[in-house]
């Protein structure tokens, strides 16, 4: 644990940067990171590099020795806190929390596979939270012929390389610097970035021999700091987020948090957000790792009066097994209302629940910091306040963009089923549930089979979402099929002159499509005027249209214009008995037959395959059908 005094200086003092590592399955996250700690650096001793709770510190000084920097050369900062995150986690809750609390994060690439789909899902959470981001290239050892410079500065690394593999270094860098390009981001190696406020660095490294590392961890203690020296001024200010709720066996149980800003001290009274609302509770002990070479037993750990940011850090107090993921650990200091302090803890949760009132929609609108509920929408379940606003984002931000009627915290219990049911009754395609990294209670599953509630699980935002909009195209296909028969798309034919080849059941004639789209199945009117003038006009069914055909013979389904020869065939012996020359001719327009039913099909399941222009001649067809 540093002490602060130690930072050289005569500038405001500046705490230890927070910086996560991002990237797909397999790009090399968990190799980096153990480059990063040192643990694969032969014949060196760790150097001061303390494991923490969920975290990984590493001293300046042991930054400087791994990066043969001149020993005048200033690190303003006192060292780095990486946080960990899992390896093979292809969305971890690590990654969601970890992000909130970054102020930077390294997302990890590899060279021979270019952009993959997690990176890219990384890139939209960086974006979401607004975290800046370091790109390392990673396995650069894996390009064909490299000769391994181990732990060398990337370009003296690249120097020693044949023709062959640096051609080879430039082409995969330009297809990445694309792929980024494509996804709206401007990156550049950052040995040749003028612009590095502006433009991502990528850092070439291999976390098997360590080329680059130092770069990236040179970039990380002296570019950082300078660019974000506000953000990084150490302050008393408490600022700490709870990464995880433990249950230990000897002391009960314990939050995982990581103390970005200020100190925690034994005995502080402490509020932590659960969904019931806060709890105050007093801190009874701030425990730490030992390092490697103290640790006596497993498991055992070093006691701290106090703790100073950047850290991570274990509390073991009363009361915490319902602490919610992500939420802030609020200090309660001496002459602090509590009754304020509560509720200024719980402003994450229900901060901005402003209930408005009605809107133009009729639909009840809730916001819960960026969480937008609605009186229609599904209901999403994650565990963490982090993961559910990037899920949330997710929803937002795809092109469906999904409606959330309401969410929670934690497994998926039957209550949250039954809440969620509400939706069978209103609207089907919302009577969802999307469960992310959280277990679904048996209880729960069953209840959801019984009422015909999906439960949707799946290990990746991208996923959850993708085999949602999968799962509502199913049901609107099927929605489709089983209205198919009851839905009429609205038209207007001309029936020309001199082309009626059968005028009696079946009527078959050639028509000109004027407006709409003529389907096969659809029924057919005409108007006529009515003898009795003070009376409307009569609406005269034809039958429905049995087969259809283009000019030169070819059987059709559909057709928005041009001429086709259409069979109309009767289905009641009133349409039977119509006939071309008696009930209508060549001057009656051919309409088809809607009615209030067939509109509602239409708008429940075929909007969209109906057009702008499709919707105007409805409208007109209702006030000449008087339709309401
Ligand atoms: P993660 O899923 O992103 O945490 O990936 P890992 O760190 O577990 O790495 C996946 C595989 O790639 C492992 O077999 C690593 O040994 C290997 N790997 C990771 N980084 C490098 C690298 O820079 N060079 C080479 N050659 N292999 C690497």
Known sequence: IFDPQDVAGDEKELRAPICCILGHV??????????????????????????????????????????????????????????????????????????????????????????????VESLHLLRCHNVSFIVALNKVDRLYGWKECTNAPIVEALKKQSDDVKSEYKWRLTKVVTEFKENGFNTAPYYENNKKKKVVNIVPTSAESGEGVPDLLLLLVRWLPDIITDKLAYDDTIECTVLEVNEHKDLGTTVDVVLINGVLRQGDQVIVCTKQGPVTTIIRDLLTPHPMKELKAKGAYKHHKEVRAAQGVKIVARGLQYAMAGTSLIVVKPGDDLRQAEAAAMQEIDMAISTTDENEKGTTTQEVSSIMTCKEGIYVQASSVGTLEAIIAHLKSSSVDIPVYDWNLGPVYKQDVMKASAMLKRKEEYAVILAFDVKVMPEASALAAESGLKIITADTVYRLVNIYTEH??????????????????????????????????????????????????????????????????????????????????????????????????????QEKSRSYGRHFDSSNELVSEISRRSIDILKECFRDEMSAENWQLITRLKMQFKIA
């Open 26 to 119: 397999d790009a090399g996250k968990t190799k980096l990171l153990d480059c990063i700690r040192g643990t694969n650096v032969q014949g060196r001793e760790a150097g001061g590099i303390t494991q923490q709770i969920g975290a990984t510190y590493l001293p300046a000084e042991n930054i400087r020795d791994r990066t043969s920097l001149k020993a005048e050369t200033a690190i303003k900062v006192p060292g780095l806190l990486v946080i960990d995150t899992p390896g093979h986690e292809s969305f971890s809750k690590m990654r969601s929390r970890g992000l909130s609390m970054c102020d930077i994060a390294v997302v990890v690439v590899d060279i021979t596979k270019g952009l993959e789909k997690q990176t």
């Open 472 to 573: 509502i195209k199913g049901l609107k296909e099927a929605k489709k099929m089983q209205f198919a028969a009851e839905a009429v798309f609205p038209c207007t034919l001309k029936i020309l002159p001199n082309r009626i080849y059968h005028s009696k059941d079946p009527i078959v004639c050639d028509v000109e499509v004027v407006e709409g789209v003529v389907k096969v199945g659809t029924p057919i009117c005409v108007f006529t005027p009515s003898k009795d003038k003070s009376k409307n006009t009569i609406v005269h069914s034809l039958g429905r249209i049995s087969s259809m055909q283009t000019s030169n013979g070819n059987q059709i389904f559909s057709a928005r214009n041009g001429v086709v020869a259409i069979k109309i065939s009767g289905d009641s012996p």
